[in-house]
T-cell receptor, first 115, second 113 residues
Framework: ETGVTQTPRHLVMGMTNKKSLKCEQH?????MYWYKQSAKKPLELMFV???????ENNSVPSRFSPECPNSSHLFLHLHTLQPEDSALYLC??????????????FGNGTRLTVT | GESVGLHLPTLSVQEGDNSIINCAYSNSASDYFIWYKQESGKGPQFIIDIRSNMDKRQGQRVTVLLNKTVKHLSLQIAATQPGDSAVYFC????????????FGTGTRLKVLA
C-alpha cells in the first residue's frame, strides 16, 4: 500500500476511445500531480493541482484533461490519443505545492497502451 | 541546462557488497534532493532525501552524500541484497517561480547472487 492508489493498473485503448485514469491519495496531502514516464526518459511533469486548483499545465496537449474534485482525488481524462502517448502515467502527492523540502509520493501508475 | 543525469546506466553488484549510485545535477539553486527506487511494475518509492544545508544523511542501510561544489549526489547502499535490484533515480528540487522537481533518467542496479 503506497498511500497513493491508481486505477486501472493497465489500460489499452484505441485512438478514438475516451477513458479516464483515477488517482486517490490517503496521506492528507494538499498537492497532487500527474507525471508521464516513457522508456529511457526522465519523468515528465504534466499537471499540478494545489488545494484543488490547477497551478501548472506543462504544455500538455488538450487530448489530456485533468480534473481534481477534492484534495484526495485526481483524474486524467483521455480522448483521441496517439500511439506515442503510450507510457506509464504516474500520480503523485505532496504535503505542499510550494513549500519545497517535501518528497513526492507516487502511486504504482497506469500502464497505457494506445493502439 | 536544467537536467539531472546519472553517470552509469547499469550497475552490477555482488550480493553483500556496497553499491554506489551517482547523480550529477546542474542547478546551483537546487535546495532539496531525493532518491527514488523503482521496481518493475511499480511506481517510484521514496528512499531518502537531503537538504542543501547538509552534506550527508543516513538511513537504514542507505546514505546520501551531497557535494554542492561539484553538484554531485550519490546514494550508497550497504550490504546490497537481491531485493535492492531496481532502477534508482535522483530528483532535485528548486524554486523557479513555483517549486519544481527535476528527475534524472535512472540507473539500473543488478544484484548478483
Amino acid at each position: 500500500e503506497t498511500g497513493v492508489t491508481q486505477t486501472p493498473r493497465h489500460l489499452v485503448m484505441g485512438m478514438t476511445n475516451k477513458k479516464s485514469l483515477k488517482c486517490e491519495q490517503h496521506l492528507g496531502h494538499n498537492a497532487m500531480y500527474w507525471y508521464k514516464q516513457s522508456a529511457k526518459k526522465p519523468l515528465e511533469l504534466m499537471f499540478v493541482y494545489s488545494l484543488e486548483e490547477r497551478v501548472e499545465n506543462n504544455s500538455v496537449p488538450s487530448r489530456f484533461s485533468p480534473e481534481c474534485p477534492n484534495s484526495s482525488h485526481l483524474f486524467l481524462h483521455l480522448h483521441t490519443l496517439q500511439p506515442e502517448d503510450s507510457a506509464l502515467y504516474l500520480c503523485a502527492s505532496s504535503q505542499g505545492r510550494d513549500r519545497g523540502n517535501s518528497p513526492l509520493h507516487f502511486g504504482n501508475g497506469t500502464r497505457l497502451t494506445v493502439t | 541546462g536544467e537536467s539531472v543525469g546519472l553517470h552509469l546506466p547499469t550497475l552490477s553488484v555482488q550480493e553483500g557488497d556496497n553499491s554506489i549510485i551517482n547523480c550529477a545535477y546542474s542547478n546551483s539553486a537546487s535546495d532539496y534532493f531525493i532518491w527514488y527506487k523503482q521496481e518493475s511494475g511499480k511506481g517510484p518509492q521514496f528512499i531518502i532525501d537531503i537538504r542543501s544545508n547538509m552534506d550527508k544523511r543516513q538511513g537504514q542501510r542507505v546514505t546520501v552524500l551531497l557535494n554542492k561544489t561539484v553538484k554531485h549526489l550519490s546514494l550508497q547502499i550497504a550490504a546490497t541484497q537481491p531485493g535492492d535490484s531496481a532502477v534508482y533515480f535522483c530528483a532535485e528540487g528548486l524554486r523557479m517561480g513555483t517549486y519544481k522537481y527535476i528527475f534524472g533518467t535512472g540507473t539500473r542496479l543488478k544484484v548478483l547472487a
